[in-house]
């Protein structure tokens, strides 16, 4: 009996890892067909305003901006900004995609550093990233997190599938 759960075991997390794919993000351009990922590089670094397809789904940073807060109680440590990013994402796929901005987006800073979602930086965010996208249909909202002032360039990485290998990674320059 423990040879037969130990089996299942065994058998469930090799399928679990197994079965991820790879989506190779690529530049969607008026010419570039959105159903083509074998021609774009593995490791293209996109820039805000462009859009560019990473599985079924399709993304655009359309902008951001930075806030030292709203009022007094909502506000970034001294030192600090909240840094909101703007994205459109799109469900070109035949299923519901699940999004979270937890789960979904990695912020890190030049050195590698990680930054993590403000809620208090999302309290000023015009709709959120979070939730399902039905095939066809788009979402449009704000990620938010407080960064250290001093910084002025961050790289936003972008995983739209918790089983799938593939990544995308945008420039987030700050002024």
Same mark, same amino acid.
């Given at each position: 009996?423990?040879?037969?759960?130990?089996?299942?075991?065994?058998?469930?997390?090799?399928?679990?890892?197994?079965?991820?794919?790879?989506?190779?993000?690529?530049?969607?351009?008026?010419?570039?067909p959105t159903?083509?990922q074998s021609?774009?590089?593995?490791?293209?670094?996109? *820039?805000? &305003?462009?859009? +560019?397809? =990473?599985? %079924?789904?399709?993304?655009?940073? !359309? /902008?951001?901006?930075?806030?030292?807060?709203?009022?007094?109680?909502?506000?970034? *440590?001294? &030192?600090?900004? +909240?840094? =909101?990013? %703007?994205?459109?994402?799109?469900? !070109? /796929?035949?299923?519901?995609?699940?999004?979270?901005?937890?789960?979904?987006?990695?912020?890190?800073d030049k050195?590698?550093?990680?930054? %993590?979602?403000?809620?208090?930086?999302?309290?000023?965010?015009?709709?959120?990233?979070?939730?399902?996208?039905?095939?066809?249909?788009?979402?449009?909202?704000?990620?938010?997190?407080?960064?250290?002032?001093?910084?002025?360039?961050?790289?936003?990485?972008?995983?739209?599938?918790?089983?799938?290998?593939?990544?995308?990674?945008?420039?987030?320059?700050?002024?």
């Amino acid at each position: 009996m423990k040879k037969l759960v130990y089996l299942l075991i065994v058998g469930i997390i090799f399928t679990l890892t197994g079965c991820g794919t790879t989506n190779v993000p690529t530049k969607v351009t008026s010419s570039t067909p959105t159903t083509d990922q074998s021609s774009a590089p593995k490791n293209e670094t996109f *820039k805000v &305003g462009d859009t +560019f397809k =990473l599985g %079924d789904l399709q993304y655009k940073v !359309n /902008g951001i901006r930075t806030s030292g807060g709203k009022n007094q109680y909502m506000k970034p *440590k001294d &030192g600090n900004v +909240f840094l =909101l990013i %703007d994205m459109t994402i799109v469900n !070109n /796929g035949s299923q519901d995609a699940s999004i979270s901005s937890m789960l979904s987006f990695k912020l890190t800073d030049k050195d590698g550093r990680s930054q %993590d979602i403000s809620i208090e930086a999302l309290s000023e965010a015009n709709g959120k990233l979070d939730g399902s996208i039905p095939p066809g249909k788009k979402m449009t909202g704000e990620l938010g997190y407080e960064v250290p002032k001093a910084s002025k360039s961050f790289e936003l990485e972008i995983k739209n599938d918790l089983f799938s290998n593939g990544t995308a990674t945008v420039e987030i320059p700050v002024n």
